[in-house]
């Protein structure tokens, strides 16, 4: 009963740098979304998907790409990483009509020097 | 004005008292309210769900939607140490692809 899997838990990168987080859930959830975590800013929606083959950008897409590899499976990739990229990443999947609201993973605490 | 507004805290009261965690939102059309629980260094985890207005009650907490006020309330009774963590409200207005907006959270502290 893993529910929502992010690998890896901790990064440290150099500024330039690139990257790919991983996200796998498997409840069978139609919709699966990436977040990052500041202190004082609450969550923010990077991208999402919300089905197979489709994804869409959220609040603060710029520096990211996301791969809907699958159902299971949505990867977050940053190709040049900055130290504004510095932050506590979240994966999340939901049923199509959300009845049961999201589940997040772990989270990813990625530091870019 | 943003859509979802929360305290962020911190709130540190003794262990045994009653909490009362807050928000207030702009969107009239939210439907659907939601608190998450998240302890340091771990995801958010859904605590309660409710549908519309009213009250639901689970254990030791309870939600209140009061969509007149646009106003959602979480009660903690009995107030445990267990209990610390950042409380996260979040709404959304039930359409098949909209998404769930957050509250920044409130940082909850239970001294024992």
């Known amino acids: 009963n893993a529910g929502v899997t992010q690998t890896p838990k901790f990064q440290v990168l150099k500024t330039g740098q690139s990257m790919t987080l991983q996200c796998a859930q498997d409840?069978?959830?139609?919709?699966m979304y990436w977040y990052r975590q500041d202190p004082g800013m609450g969550l923010r929606l990077i991208y999402y998907?919300?089905?197979?083959?489709?994804?869409d950008k959220g609040e603060v897409p710029n520096g990211y790409n996301v791969s809907r590899l699958n159902k299971r499976e949505f990867s977050l990739r940053l190709e040049s990483a900055a130290p504004s990229q510095t932050s506590v990443y979240f994966c999340?999947?939901?049923?199509?009509?959300?009845?049961?609201?999201?589940?997040f993973g772990s989270g990813t605490r990625l530091t870019v020097v | 004005q943003k859509e979802v507004e929360q305290d962020p805290g911190p709130l540190s009261v003794p262990e045994g008292a009653i909490v009362s965690l807050n928000c207030t939102y702009s969107?009239?059309?939210?439907?659907?309210f939601m608190w998450y629980r998240q302890y340091s260094r771990k995801g958010p985890e859904l605590l309660m769900y409710?549908?519309?207005?009213g009250n639901k009650e689970d254990g030791r907490f309870t939600a209140q939607v009061d969509k007149s006020s646009k106003y959602i309330s979480l009660f903690i009774r009995d107030s445990q140490p267990s209990d610390s963590a950042t409380y996260l409200c979040?709404?959304?207005?039930?359409?098949?692809?909209?998404?769930?907006?957050f509250g920044k959270g409130t940082r909850l502290h239970i001294l024992p």
């Open positions: 409710t549908y519309s207005s």
């Open positions: 999340a999947s939901s049923s199509r009509d959300r009845i049961d609201g999201y589940t």
């Open positions: 969107n009239s059309a939210f439907q659907y």
């Open positions: 998907s919300a089905s197979e083959g489709t994804t």
């Open positions: 979040a709404m959304s207005e039930g359409n098949r692809d909209d998404k769930i907006i």
């Open positions: 409840m069978n959830h139609n919709s």
